[in-house]
Every structure is written in C-alpha cells, then in structure tokens.
C-alpha cells in the first residue's frame, strides 16, 4: 500500500512555472510507478506524466512534453512534477498516483491503485 500526499499547487499566470511534489509511503516493500494525472471541471482525469521507480525512465503526455518534467528523490519519497510555460490549459486540479511494477507506458488511470488528495493549479491568462 502506497500512502500519496500531493503539494504546490496555486494560483500562476501563463507562462509562469510551478512545482508540484507528491511524498510518498509505502508499507508494502516493493519498487513502484508514480504518475500524474489532472482533471479539469467536467473532464475526464487524464495522463500527464510518470516516472519509473529509478528515475531512469519517463513518460508524458503529449500536451505537456517539453514544458513539463517529472523526476523523483527516493531518498526524500517525493516525486516531483516541475511545470513551465504553463497555459490557461493546463488548469486542473493534479493528482500523483502510484503502481507497483515496471511498467511507466501506461496512461490508464485504473491502472494505478494509489491516490493522493489533490492539489489545485491554476493558470490565468
């Protein structure tokens, strides 16, 4: 079992950055996937990016590739998402997510069993 609390999220103008972290606890041992998702009001929650459980391999959507990287501190448990030139779109509230296994190509939010909270970003124009 994976415990996720996601943070930084807020309030930033287009094209401004912002870094969004996920801390982590497991109490089952095993390497696992962290991913990030967002869901905007009345949309689906979507695959933004994910990480494998070293670092080594990352995936993301191809809305945010290229202004957007994911990259983890195992050492710290958090997993972060650093988001630049964000834009009006990019406006969800984003949640980290996580899977035990190998596999960091798998978009489908049913595939992750661990959920944190949220955190709210938003992008004005």
């Known amino acids: 079992q994976v415990q996720l609390v996601e943070s930084g999220g807020g309030l930033v103008q287009a094209g401004d950055s912002l870094r969004l972290s996920c801390a982590a606890s497991?109490?089952?041992?095993?390497?696992?996937?962290v991913g990030w998702f967002r869901q905007a009001p009345g949309k689906e929650r979507d695959f933004v990016a994910a990480?494998?459980?070293?670092?080594?391999?990352?995936y993301y959507a191809d809305s945010v590739r290229g202004r957007f990287t994911i990259f983890r501190d195992n050492a710290k448990n958090t997993v972060y998402l650093q988001m630049n030139s964000l834009k009006p779109e990019d406006t969800a509230n984003y949640y980290c997510?996580?899977?035990?296994?190998?596999?960091?190509?798998?978009?489908?939010?049913?595939?992750?069993?661990?959920w944190g909270q949220g955190t709210q970003v938003t992008v004005s124009s």
């Open positions: 997510a996580a899977r035990y296994g190998a596999n960091v190509f798998q978009k489908l939010s049913d595939s992750y069993p661990y």
């Open positions: 990480v494998s459980w070293s670092g080594s391999l990352e």
């Open positions: 497991s109490r089952t041992p095993g390497n696992y996937v």
